[in-house]
T-cell receptor
């Protein structure tokens, strides 16, 4: 089955600086890579996702890059703000015309933005 | 927009008791997933249903069972509860191969 590794486990960044979180996956059949943000006791919320036919995707201050050959993908947050503090999970699964498989999550990164 | 609904939001049970968690997916979503998240852990997949049929099974104990009903809502039944079952239980739903949206979760505490 799929195995997703995520680094770092904790990250502290000065407000206004950039944060980068990296993930690797093992199953070359995986083709969908979402990132979820989770605040304490709350639900995981999708912040951005990327499919394997795309190398990079950007949404305002958030961007994700994917290297299929190396099987790794990264989340980039620029101009960080205190409200970006949360736990971020990367995930991977295989999506086909017949449905959606389970998400395999990374172990999470606790991001702290220092004012 | 309508979101995934879960009930109850909090549940306290004694060891060896049973619990039933309910999930109402986003309207017209055809796939429901259950995940378990322990403290400080990532969500772990338990089971999923596509069009009311079980589609995949993960690390779900034999003491747990689940089903999806004709109105697409799903229930996770947990018996012989153990202390280690204390966790956040999330339901998520998707339409085909699209994004999985998570519900607010049920916090289960086993005493």
């Amino acid at each position: 089955g799929e195995n997703v590794e995520q680094h770092p486990s904790t990250l502290s960044v000065q407000e206004g600086d950039s944060a980068v979180i990296k993930c690797t996956y093992s199953d070359s059949a995986s083709n969908y890579f979402p990132w979820y943000k989770q605040e304490l006791g709350k639900r995981p919320q999708l912040i951005i996702d990327i499919r394997s036919n795309v190398g990079e995707k950007k949404d305002q201050r958030i961007a994700v890059t994917l290297n299929k050959t190396a099987k790794h993908f990264s989340l980039h947050i620029t101009e960080t703000q205190p409200e970006d503090s949360a736990v971020y999970f990367c995930a991977a699964n295989r999506v086909s015309n017949f449905g959606n498989e389970k998400l395999t999550f990374g172990t999470g990164t606790r991001l702290t933005i220092i004012p | 927009a309508a979101g995934v609904i879960q009930s109850p939001r909090h549940l306290i049970k004694e060891k060896r008791e049973t619990a039933t968690l309910k999930c109402y997916p986003i309207p017209r979503h055809d796939t429901v997933y259950w995940y378990q998240q322990g403290p400080g852990q990532d969500p772990q997949f338990l089971i999923s249903f596509y069009e009311k049929m079980q589609s995949d099974k993960g690390s779900i104990p034999d003491r747990f069972s689940a089903q999806q009903f004709s109105d697409y809502h799903s229930e996770l039944n947990m018996s012989s509860l153990e202390l280690g079952d204390s966790a956040l239980y999330f339901c998520a739903s998707s339409l085909g191969g699209n994004t999985q949206y998570f519900g607010p979760g049920t916090r289960l505490t086993v005493l």
